[in-house]
């Protein structure tokens, strides 16, 4: 049973041109993709050594995941706690080796991802897949795929084809197609000399990588482009302009991916994805908040947040853009930390379905400007907290104002006793 309240916002979005109903509709459908390693701080089960190559979690929260079983209850956790559809993303790390052992990277077999898959069917959901170029020995100065050291090139180009066929199992085994994320943080702390071998001999690994046989309906192999990371200061080989011509030249087997956080402060991914879907019939994402810069603070419903969504609601790319979250922060409560982000892209998505997108165009392309600032600034003050509190109600998850309690709760009975 529908609230008075919701009865009253659904009635004032129709005056403006908004079924509300069918915005909660369509959101139930809408994958996100739920990063693993916010649990753990990107460790993963496969090293014991810190997070290293060019990425970097601060604080020091008590009660982190230390083990899959942990990992994947505290996501069971956050699962009862968000609403719509998501998706599990793992990256290689998260290999758990069983009775039969260790195995390196560049030997790693979908067997080593059994639970993952058993934990996606047992909540219906996807998998994505991410090999994991960073926190290892093989990477050789801060560089992988890049290296000049040919050893260490085919050791990171063996582990991205075994990424690919875990990929593969994993679209197989869950019937939806697996996003395959590549990034690495090779580059340069200081001036290098040479700007484009380094360039050059990644575009050859990633090709070799992307040789690998696959399905292209189910795996969905993506170049992540960034602008520096820690350590790397002074340049990245997969710079945006590498890794977005990288995707156009091999269109036809992999996607671009952009980071939020992987561009000049004042550049706005949100102005990239219209420009994309021109080019591209798929893009990926990784949601972020940089706060000054790459610094994966927790998703908030922040303006940025919701021109993302904005983009992908009105350009109709629902279909088009595979939405994944991105964030580590070790300071707070980890739990809290993925179902705050999770909430804030399924209040962003919401937010842009309970737009009169097509009105506003219409103002646009007529020239009505001045009515379309305040028409667009007006939309701030419309009920949307009571369209947010049925959409959660009808997914069956606490309203806002109510799970942190239940985060209260598992800390206690929980996560202080690991
Ligand atoms: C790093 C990239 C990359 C990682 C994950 C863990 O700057 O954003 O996507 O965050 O692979
Ligand atoms: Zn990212």
């Avoid at 908004?18 to 649990?39: F, N, R, Y």
């Avoid at 050791?155 to 994993?170: D, L, N, P, T």
């Avoid at 482009?225 to 200061?233: M, R, T």
């Amino acid at each position: 049973m529908a609230t008075e309240r919701y009865e009253s916002a659904k009635a004032m979005y129709a005056a403006i041109g908004v079924d509300t109903d069918k915005a909660i509709e369509t959101l139930k459908k809408v994958p996100v993709s739920m990063h693993c390693w916010q649990g753990d701080d990107v460790i993963g089960f496969d090293h014991d050594g810190p997070l290293t190559g060019g990425i970097q979690t601060t604080g020091n929260y008590p009660g982190k995941a230390k083990t899959p079983e942990q990992l994947m209850a505290d996501m069971e956790k956050v699962f009862t706690l968000v609403p719509g559809q998501k998706k599990i993303n793992v990256h290689a790390c998260y290999a758990i080796f069983e009775e039969d052992g260790f195995v390196d990277r560049d030997k790693l077999e979908p067997r080593h991802f059994k639970k993952w898959v058993e934990l996606a069917k047992k909540h219906n959901m996807g998998l994505d897949f991410n090999p994991t170029f960073f926190s290892h020995p093989m990477i050789k100065d801060g560089l992988s795929l890049s290296s000049p050291d040919p050893e260490v090139r085919k050791f990171w180009i063996e582990h991205g084809k075994a990424c690919i066929r875990i990929s593969q199992y994993f679209a197989e085994e869950t019937g939806i197609p697996c996003v395959m994320n590549i990034w690495t943080g090779d580059g340069f702390k200081d001036i290098p000399a040479d700007r484009m071998g380094p360039r050059m001999r990644y575009k050859e690994s990633i090709e070799e990588i992307l040789n690998e046989p696959y399905d292209f309906n189910l795996v969905k192999p993506c170049v992540e482009s960034k602008v520096f990371g820690i350590g790397v200061e002074s340049y990245t080989a997969g710079s945006a302009e590498f890794s977005l011509s990288f995707a156009a030249e091999h269109k036809d087997k992999c996607l671009p991916l952009m980071d939020n956080g992987h561009y000049h402060p004042t550049e706005v991914v949100s102005d990239k994805i219209p420009a994309l879907l021109c080019f591209f019939d798929e893009v990926a994402l990784h949601v972020t908040r940089g706060v000054r810069w790459d610094s994966d603070h927790v998703l908030l419903l922040d303006d940025e947040t919701k021109e993302i969504a904005k983009e992908i609601v009105r350009n109709d790319a629902l279909n088009r853009v595979y939405i994944a979250l991105d964030y580590f922060d070790a300071s707070i409560n980890r739990i809290s930390a993925w179902t705050v982000g999770m909430r804030n892209m399924q209040k962003a998505l919401l937010n842009a379905l309970c737009t009169p997108n097509e009105a506003l165009k219409k103002l646009q392309d007529e020239s009505r400007l001045t009515e379309l600032m305040v028409r667009q600034d007006e939309m701030k003050t419309m009920p949307f907290g009571d369209v947010w509190a049925e959409y959660c109600a009808q997914c069956g998850v606490p309203a806002d104002g109510t799970w942190f309690d239940e985060i209260v709760k598992y800390e206690e009975e929980v996560l202080s006793r690991r």
